[in-house]
């Protein structure tokens, strides 16, 4: 931790464990301040490494007791590891007996073994459990776990741990105790305990092969009734794996634990899931359509580690992408399935490359960029990110997208096939993102990603997001159309030069009416009217024959690959796309590229008047009162780019620029379609039952921008009829996704009736913590009108409801003012920046993970303009100057000032 210079730790320096650990017996004697941990390990050496002194790691541990095969031994202390020197040689086992003390009580960074409201969780991802016991912390050891928990019945009544219950019983002094066994091996940071007063939601389903399986979901008491979706979900993704990958439930009984202080969504244990709170509660008094769908998603994330990530693991770290790519892969997947029609699918993919264009590309080109699969870092917990996360899922998606066949057009049979010769390979081992494309590869001879796998790999090898270039020539005479595709890639931190990627791209042509074209690639025979093209050069040509007129290329359809398209398409062509290219992804891309090419064009040339072009605005009314389009897609293209992903634009960014000229285009939309606003608002309201499927939210989605935009043209014109009718829609709202549409409203455009609405909103919901979680997010996320926005932060810390110690609290607050609300953060006399310094510091004295997060706020301030750029380095300076960082603190800021 805070010993020394950190150092890093390097993918090549990879080398097997010295020992291997066949079984690990652990009895907990739970006490908030004081919990004994005797571990009993069975280990032996490992025949294929050279003989070494056994070094297990250790954090914030209280050492009493080492035993070697029953007798006592000597042993050292060495950074934090505890150093066996003379075990037995020779090959065969021995037991080891290591007895410690912890304090969980104390523990706020929430790793390791801690108390949150009374309740005992642990968290042993990456590197938590050498904060239990001194172990051998890496994934790449796999053992059998016994694990006997002992605790004051009446303050625990429920004890928990991976597997099956295989006894329980009273003890002395009103204590009780309860022994698990996990019959699966795993490596530790899959282990799990949880100790106290839970009620569970409980359903016994039965498998497609007829086993029966006992589904849990645990809360405190009170919450039962927020846990109906949650349980749906976990049915759901049970019975998704099993039919779409063969997969089934490897255990008697799973379990979900949810607890309100967690670092992160969720943790996948072996049968005894972790959740953050958010990711689990839900009625629809409580929570959003957003709420709901997050947690049907990470519901489905974490069951499906079960295979990907659990059944097979990471051999180290660096593979981290090999299980959370491919499992986010499953969980889009997933959802995507239960979106249900083509329609909402393709609405669940904007907003998923949505996520991955404005977080990842800007991660891809700032000081962290790092490739998915990492060459080096000082703290692991530091690359839990959306490039190993989002843009691993991408990778993934593309190799699927590389083993179609003519039969199967998307892929799926092909990629099934591969993942069932990578669990025949690999059951029960810790293995690499080699050896898992290696398989998918295998299963697929011939396919495009067999052929170019080695060159394929280089998406996990190389940061930064490709640019693909594309020029279309139309040759009348011929009757041929010719795109020259191109590719190159900038400079990352670690890597000056890349190599080109294999981009595939999925296109269709138009001609200039809107009709899909016939591709018939020259020299071939057959015709479809949509394609893959698959580029694995710096550039190649691709002709297409018996082309009538000049055609509109709309490329990268679904987003086939996570690169930045550069096609040179004006805005003629662009309109010809929102208005019928029949790929929803590429018919909202059109529509988002015109308003960006908008902003861009005022912001660079100091354009006055309308950004918004006469045709751009009637396309958009268009595309909303359109019969045939759903209301959630309608949602998403009638919603302008973010002020952060129109900065990334932009080579020096003003951010208050920005955010005016964002809130210029808003305006002329709400005033420009201001009675079509009206329509949508009427036309999409609804009283019935609560309902969170696909097209109700859709409806519910609509109706709450068209809603917003009413408010934004109320406010300008002085008409208060409608804010106070949304304000009645506020207090009478029959679920919690009305009600935030309509506060948020209120909120965003800065009408009188806000303030009370929130008042009102806090009252109401003063005792659950996930609504007031959105009361402060919404506040400290609110429009900068008069620089009021961080005095008003400022006294929210002050508020009795808030807490700096609560992840969720803290992010609600301090994350969305600082990451959330650009205009808000970046001032002109650079409080916003002080604000920051001194919340990263505070944090990192109670949660490094936390504030590290934090103090990626500032990931990309050199590109700022003056006077923000200086005034954020004496800001990330100050933070630096620090002496005992974290770090988790101290590896993102030396990056950010390098
Ligand atoms: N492995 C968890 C997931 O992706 C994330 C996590 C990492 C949770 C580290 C806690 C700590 O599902
Ligand atoms: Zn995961």
Redesign the pocket.
């Known amino acids: 931790m805070r010993e020394g210079q950190p150092t890093a730790v390097h993918r090549e320096a990879y080398a097997a464990p010295a020992f291997c650990i066949d079984t690990v017996d652990l009895t907990f004697d739970l006490d908030p301040t004081k919990t004994r941990v005797l571990n009993k390990m069975r280990l032996h050496r490992n025949p294929d490494v050279a003989a070494q002194p056994l070094r297990l790691d250790g954090e914030d541990l209280n050492l009493a007791r080492v035993l070697v095969n029953g007798g006592g031994t000597s042993f050292k202390m060495d950074g934090g590891q505890l150093v066996l020197e003379n075990l037995p040689e020779g090959p065969e086992p021995f037991d080891l007996e290591i007895f410690t003390t912890c304090n969980p009580e104390k523990n706020t960074q929430l790793m390791g073994l801690y108390v949150s409201q009374g309740t005992f969780f642990t ?1 042993c ?2 590197e938590g459990f050498r904060r239990i016991t001194y172990f051998l912390d890496r994934p790449d050891v796999m053992a059998s776990y016994t694990v006997t928990l002992r605790a004051d019945k009446n303050k625990y009544p429920v004890l928990l741990s991976n597997g099956n219950l295989v006894e329980q019983g009273a003890l002395d002094d009103g204590r009780h105790f309860a022994k698990w066994l996990d019959p699966h091996k795993k490596p530790c940071y899959l282990f799990a305990l949880v100790a106290g007063q839970l009620v569970a939601r409980e359903q016994r389903i039965t498998s497609r092969s007829g086993t029966e399986h006992l589904l849990q979901v645990f809360v405190r008491p009170g919450d039962l009734d927020k846990t109906e979706h949650a349980m749906n979900s976990l049915m759901a993704s049970v019975a998704w794996d099993e039919a779409r990958f063969g997969l089934p439930l490897d255990l008697e009984r799973f379990m979900i634990v949810a607890t309100s202080d967690f ?6 244990n072996k049968g005894l899931n972790i959740f953050n709170t958010k990711y689990v509660l839900a009625n629809p008094a409580t929570a959003t359509d957003m709420d709901f769908g997050n947690i049907e998603s990470v519901v489905g ?2 069951y499906f ?1 079960n295979w990907t990530g659990n059944r097979i693991t990471c051999r180290d770290w660096f593979q981290l992408s090999l299980k ?1 790519g491919l ?1 986010v892969f499953r969980d889009q997947e997933f959802s995507q399935d239960m979106a249900g029609v083509a329609s909402a699918r393709a609405v669940k993919r904007i907003e998923d490359v949505r996520v991955l264009r404005t977080v990842q590309f800007a991660e891809d080109a700032g000081p962290m960029a790092h490739p998915v699969r990492p060459d080096s870092y000082v703290e692991i917990n530091n690359f ?1 990110t959306v490039t190993i996360y989002e843009k691993g899922s991408e990778v993934v998606r593309m190799m699927q997208t590389l083993v179609a066949t003519p039969e199967d057009s998307l892929g799926r049979a092909g990629f099934a096939k591969g993942m069932k010769l990578y669990f025949e390979r690999h059951d029960g081992q810790a293995v690499t993102c080699d050896d898992f494309a290696q398989a998918i590869a295998d299963a697929n001879p011939g396919s495009a990603l067999a052929q170019n796998l080695s060159t394929f790999k280089r998406w996990y090898s190389q940061a930064g997001t490709p640019r693909l270039q594309a020029r279309g020539v139309y040759n009348a005479a011929e009757r041929s159309y010719t795109l020259t595709l191109k590719q190159s890639c900038p400079a990352t931190p670690d890597q000056a030069s890349k190599l080109p990627f294999v981009i595939p791209v999925t296109l269709g042509l138009l001609n200039r009416d809107g009709q899909a074209l016939p591709l018939q690639r020259a020299g071939t025979a057959d015709s479809a009217l949509q394609q893959t093209l698959v580029l694995t050069e710096a550039s190649a040509n691709f002709t297409f024959a018996n082309i009538d007129s000049e055609p509109v290329p709309s490329l990268l359809r679904g987003f086939s690959a996570p690169v930045v398209l550069e096609d040179g398409l004006n805005a003629n062509d662009l309109l010809i796309l929102l208005a019928h290219d029949s790929d929803p992804f590429n018919q909202w891309e059109a529509g988002q590229r015109l308003m960006m090419q908008s902003a861009v064009q005022a912001l660079t040339q100091d354009i006055t008047g309308p950004v918004l072009s006469d045709e751009l605005v009637t396309a958009l009314r268009n595309v909303l009162r359109h019969p045939g389009l759903d209301a959630a897609f309608k949602d998403l293209a009638l919603t302008l780019p973010s002020e952060n992903y129109i900065a990334d634009q932009l080579s020096v960014v003003d951010p208050q620029r920005v955010h005016a000229l964002r809130e210029a285009m808003r305006l002329q939309l709400a005033t420009a379609l201001q009675a079509d606003w009206q329509w949508a608002w009427d036309a999409h309201k609804h009283n019935g039952a609560y309902s969170p499927d696909a097209q109700s939210s859709g409806r519910r989605a609509l109706s709450g921008l068209a809603m917003g935009m009413l408010c934004i043209a109320a406010v300008q014109s002085g008409d208060d009829v409608t804010p106070g009718r949304v304000y009645q829609q506020f207090k009478d709202a029959g679920n919690m996704t009305d009600r935030v549409n309509a506060l948020s409203a209120l909120v965003v455009s800065g009408h009188a009736l806000s303030h009370d609405a929130l008042e009102r909103f806090h009252k109401l919901f003063q005792h659950e913590a996930l609504v007031i979680d959105k009361w402060f997010a919404l506040q400290a996320g609110a429009p900068d009108r008069a620089g009021d926005v961080l005095p008003r932060v400022r006294q929210l810390m002050k508020h009795a409801d808030f807490s700096l110690r609560n992840p969720n609290r803290a992010r609600s607050l301090i994350f969305s003012y600082c990451s959330a609300n650009p205009a808000g953060f970046h001032r002109t006399d650079a409080a916003g920046y002080v604000y920051w310094s001194e919340q990263v510091l505070a944090l990192d004295a109670i949660n490094p993970q936390v504030a590290a997060r934090l103090a990626r706020a500032m990931d990309r301030w050199s590109r700022l303009a003056e006077p923000y750029r200086s005034a954020a380095q004496v800001a990330i300076e100050r933070v630096a100057a620090k002496a005992d960082l974290s770090n988790d603190v101290r590896e993102v800021i030396s990056r950010a000032l390098n």
Do not use: I, V
């Open positions: 968290q991802e990456a670092n992160m969504g969720a943790m996948e994330h974490e580690h959370e499992t839990y």
